[in-house]
């Protein structure tokens, strides 16, 4: 069955894009529907006001990164630490992937299909 449901990872949700101007409670509010997991967007240490959009929350970290740059492409065979990375080198921020409830981090070597079925 792993076979098969990687196979599937490849296939599902290659369109969940985020995009700069999106604000951070939307980009999280899809990607749970889509990954059936909580993304959340931290500045430094504490978890970043929702109502900001990644291009804002960008403006407030020190990293200088381009928040002009198009839509982030995310998919169920990416491995969740590869996800995260992409978030802080295309937008500068720091995200954490979780369990749905948002209680549990989800490991960094497995990927997001394989957290959104609950194998960790």
Do not use: C, H, W
């Amino acid at each position: 069955m792993g076979l098969l449901n990687n196979i599937k990872d490849k296939f599902k949700n290659a369109e969940f894009t985020v995009a700069p101007q999106k604000k951070l409670k939307t980009i999280s509010a899809d990607f749970l529907k889509a990954f059936d997991l909580s993304l959340v967007f931290y500045k430094g240490v504490t978890i970043a006001d929702a109502e900001l959009t990644l291009a804002a929350l960008n403006k407030k970290t020190t990293k200088e990164v381009k928040s002009t740059a198009g839509g982030l492409k995310i998919k169920a065979s990416m491995k969740v630490g590869d996800v995260e990375k992409l978030f802080d080198s295309n937008f500068g921020v720091t995200v954490q992937i979780k369990d749905k409830a948002g209680k549990k981090l989800v490991p960094n070597e497995i990927t997001i299909g394989q957290a959104a079925r609950g194998e960790y």
